[in-house]
Nanobody, 126 residues
Framework: VQLQASGGGLVQPGGSLRLSCAAS????????MGWYRQAPGAQRELVAG???????NYADSVKDRFTISRDNAKNSVYLQMDSLTPEDTAVYYC?????????????????????WGQGTLVTVSS
């Protein structure tokens, strides 16, 4: 199983970006998915999370500007980011806290925890 994030880039203040993250493999279920970010010199922080049932939570700093969503059929999570500011500049990581999947190597079913994508850089600058 792998998480692949995409959609980062350079955007001007006030602009928008949409991040995507897809989990690949023979997956039966994914519990909570989320986006984290890490700015230079700072600790990684939770941006937004969404449960398999669609309940969401957001960091105070992004409420009313960012929207998290997911497509369970595609094993994907998205982050729509609007009204971006330079303070949103960071590497964004997608996360899945629990994935149940079939191993291609052993054909057995496993449940793994705390999966991370590779990170995608978002730079907000004029």
């Amino acid at each position: 199983v792998q998480l692949q994030a995409s959609g980062g880039g350079l955007v001007q203040p006030g602009g928008s970006l949409r991040l995507s993250c897809a989990a690949s493999g023979t997956i039966f279920s994914i519990n909570t998915m989320g986006w984290y970010r890490q700015a230079p010199g700072a600790q990684r922080e939770l941006v937004a999370g969404i449960t398999s049932g669609g309940s969401t939570n957001y960091a105070d700093s992004v409420k009313d500007r960012f929207t998290i969503s997911r497509d369970n059929a595609k094993n994907s999570v998205y982050l729509q980011m609007d009204s971006l500011t330079p303070e949103d500049t960071a590497v964004y990581y997608c996360n899945a806290d629990q994935i149940t999947y079939r191993s291609n190597r052993t054909n057995r079913i496993f449940t793994g925890y705390d999966w991370w994508g590779q990170g995608t850089l978002v730079t907000v600058s004029s």
